[in-house]
């Protein structure tokens, strides 16, 4: 009987669930994306857990209805998701509220004040960053203060992929990278943070969840859950993680001086590391879903907007020339109007730079105040030029963690990008050009689904080894070289864009502080 393996990625605007044989052959893919982000105030993310689930069954449904289970059967199962997310759950399981998803950046007050009471540099030391809104620590201690009769109603704290794990199976566990990002687990004592908790009067270990390796079977599917999916009733679950992680597996940074870039909604940067970063690091330790002796650790640095911003332009600026150029061209998708938009307008965008901060900024600037903004815009200005700057300036923000990841002793020789935004030609083609890097892109991409099955392979003994289920599944690449004449203009332009934004980030702590008292 032939083995399936089921990859489920639950991302940012959409969640996908995957076939694949053991051979590592595409067989069937689901997908739905019916839950929004919410936004009631600045810097607040929402999204409902209830949508999420409904939406996992529905691409669960459609992978599995497109495939004949006569003679197959799925071994199992590996659930990935979005990171950071805080979803407060009562003893029943249930949701209490939304989630605060991986772009709220709401908690800025509780992360000064766990600063106060814990210390800046103390956090550093046992957690592996600095504290920020970004993680699951400082958006429960807001939800303590600003939700209380929620907070005491609380039995469990999960993120999303634990979430989903507990209506497959009726079990809750996190993997020890996602405990990690929580920034309240112990990172050299391996261990929720008794010392912490005391300090912040949380019960961690009482409402985190128990941590396991992302490859050790969980559970299995239950009745309700087989009823709902369609998923056999008993089929293994594993604890699965992050969609970074997993989408990593696909990637394979299996040596030292290899990168990556996966990049869509957001990005998150990994280069292949010998030892944790210093204390004195803007990047964090990242443990690898399955370590090597060649790569023990990772280093770290997400950033929270980078095909958002191209998001962003589009409905602020508005499409309707583009749409009509859709047509007139016939063009598949106005991404493919956009390329052309980029490859119009020239390196340097006639002096215009983009700061892509318009969710402020994680790695390594770590700034709730800091925004997005054009600078040098002319009368001669183009829409073009603004939306390559775009392009530019989310490039520049990838160097500048290249360039932190050089202080931690990462040679980087070459960096393989993944995820949506690879599949724009245009900005592949900078990218390589602003860092002077060779960039290798798979042909075809599946990210963390893709990851999440060869995975599943691994924990039912398929495959020996991860290095074994990666030339399984490994997809051929291509190879985007830097362009010497782009790569000499941004060579002088990236210490300006620096040094521009240093000038004005004091008045952004300002601006913030005054739209504050203003209620803007």
């Known amino acids: 009987m032939e083995k399936l393996l089921l990859g489920v990625d639950l991302g940012t605007t959409n969640v996908k669930a995957m076939l694949f044989s053991e051979d590592g052959r595409f067989r069937a893919k689901g997908e739905a994306g019916s839950y929004k982000t919410i936004s009631k105030h600045f810097n607040w993310a929402e999204q409902d857990p209830n949508v999420w689930w409904d939406d996992t069954v529905s691409a669960i449904r459609q992978a599995v209805g497109q495939v004949s289970m006569q003679d197959a059967e799925i071994a199992a199962v590996c659930v990935s998701s979005q990171g950071m997310a805080m979803l407060p759950l009562d003893k029943e399981g249930k949701p209490l509220c939304h989630a605060h998803i991986w772009m709220d950046r709401r908690a800025a007050e509780e992360t000064a004040w766990m600063e106060s009471v814990y210390g800046r540099e103390r956090i550093k030391k046992e957690f592996g960053a ?8 400082t958006n429960i201690i807001w939800y303590k203060r600003h939700q209380p009769e929620l907070f005491e109603k609380t039995r469990h704290i999960v993120k999303a992929n634990t979430y989903l794990n507990y209506r497959l199976t009726g079990k809750i566990a996190i993997d020890e990278c996602q405990a990690e990002m929580t920034l309240c687990y112990d990172i050299h004592k391996r261990c929720w943070s008794e010392e912490l908790s005391e300090a912040i009067d949380i019960p961690l ?11 050790k079977i969980l559970g299995t599917v239950t009745k309700q859950a087989e009823e709902q999916t369609g998923l056999k009733e008993g089929t293994p679950v594993l604890v699965g993680g992050v969609d970074s992680a997993m989408a990593l597996l696909e990637i394979g940074l299996n040596q030292q001086g290899e990168a990556a870039e996966i990049t869509g909604t957001s990005s998150n940067n990994f280069f292949a590391g010998k030892c944790l970063p210093g204390p004195d690091s803007r990047l964090l330790t990242f443990t690898p879903i399955v370590k090597t002796k060649e790569v023990p650790c990772l280093l770290f640095g997400p950033t929270n907007s980078s095909g958002d911003t191209v998001r962003w332009f589009r409905k602020v600026m508005g499409e309707e020339e583009e749409k009509r150029l859709l047509i007139q061209r016939k063009k598949a998708s106005i991404y493919d ?37 054009f600078l040098g815009a002319t009368a001669l200005t183009t829409r073009e030029d603004m939306l390559r700057s775009i392009y530019e300036g989310n490039a520049f923000a990838l160097k500048e963690i290249c360039v932190e990841a050089a202080k931690e002793g990462a040679d980087t020789k070459y960096i393989r990008i993944a995820g949506g935004c690879a599949n724009s030609r245009e900005w592949l083609k900078i990218k390589a050009s602003v860092l002077n890097l060779p960039v290798y892109v798979a042909k075809e991409q599946s990210g963390a689904p893709k990851g999440g099955a060869m995975l599943a392979g691994y924990a039912m003994g398929i495959y020996h080894s991860m290095q074994e289920a990666y030339q399984v599944f490994r997809s051929p690449e291509e190879l985007i070289e830097p362009i010497p004449s782009w790569s000499k203009i941004y060579a002088e332009l990236y210490p300006l864009f620096i040094k521009m934004r240093e000038h004005l980030s004091g008045d952004y702590e300002e601006l913030e502080r005054i739209t504050k008292k203003l209620g803007l």
């Open 205 to 215: 270990k009482e409402l985190m969840p128990p941590v396991e390796e992302a490859h």
């Open 337 to 373: 109007i956009y390329e052309e938009m980029v490859s119009s307008s020239g390196p340097g965008c006639k002096g215009m730079f983009f700061y892509p901060y318009i969710m402020g900024e994680r790695a390594p600037l770590w700034s709730n105040s800091m925004r997005g903004m």
């Open 130 to 137: 600095y504290a920020d809104p970004y993680y699951q620590i």
